[in-house]
């Protein structure tokens, strides 16, 4: 049976290091991984300066096209509406009933969205949301990754939580096999491996 791709959207000044674990191993585990701009498919530079060729735009990508919509962290979530397109989108996702997995600074766009008003959540902190005016504040969950109606949130030092909640979701991982690739990767726990690889 053939799966649907996974969808990452990619911006200017895009948190490298948050997305990565999730989309190795999805590729890894024969997911394609197609990368959304808002507007054009132009060339988007990394906050670590690796620049990206996005394969389509945010008015190409169906919900029903999808497994998933990734949603990394970038500066630009915290400077003004150029990535409100996103949450947007996200919203339709969610709607849909197709999953959406949001770290560090895409979750403030979320809060704006309103979409964290309703659903347990994490983020770097909490006050960090609350800025966002936001009437989600009660169902904030100080955890490294939380998933609640289909969404998963993180704050941006847990790239590997986040990657751990969508390769569960996303039946990449389960069970034993998911909690020793979460200590492998998160603990450096050598035991781990064994079991990852048995």
Not at 24 to 29: I, N, P, T, V
């Amino acid at each position: 049976m053939s799966r649907k791709p996974v969808h990452l959207a990619v911006y200017d000044t895009l948190a490298d290091w948050e997305p990565g674990h999730a989309t190795a191993w999805l590729a890894r585990d024969g997911y394609e991984i197609r990368t959304v701009a808002a507007g054009s498919t132009d060339l988007v530079t990394t906050i670590g300066g690796m620049r990206v060729k996005p394969d389509l735009t945010l008015a190409e990508l169906r919900p029903e096209d999808s497994s998933l919509l990734i949603l990394p962290g970038a500066d630009l979530w915290d400077t003004g509406d150029d990535l409100a397109p996103f949450a947007r989108t996200a919203r339709a996702f969610l709607d849909a009933g197709v999953p959406v997995a949001a770290i560090c600074g895409a979750t403030a766009g979320l809060a704006r969205e309103g979409l964290l008003d309703d659903r347990a959540h994490t983020s770097a902190v909490s006050f960090y949301l609350a800025a966002t005016g936001y009437k989600g504040g009660e169902r904030y969950v100080d955890a490294d990754a939380v998933i609640d109606g289909g969404l998963i949130t993180a704050g941006p030092t847990e790239p590997v939580a986040f990657a751990r909640e969508i390769l569960g979701l996303l039946g990449a991982f389960e069970g034993e096999k998911l909690d020793a690739w979460y200590r492998l990767f998160h603990d450096s726990d050598p035991a781990a491996f064994e079991v990852l690889n048995s």
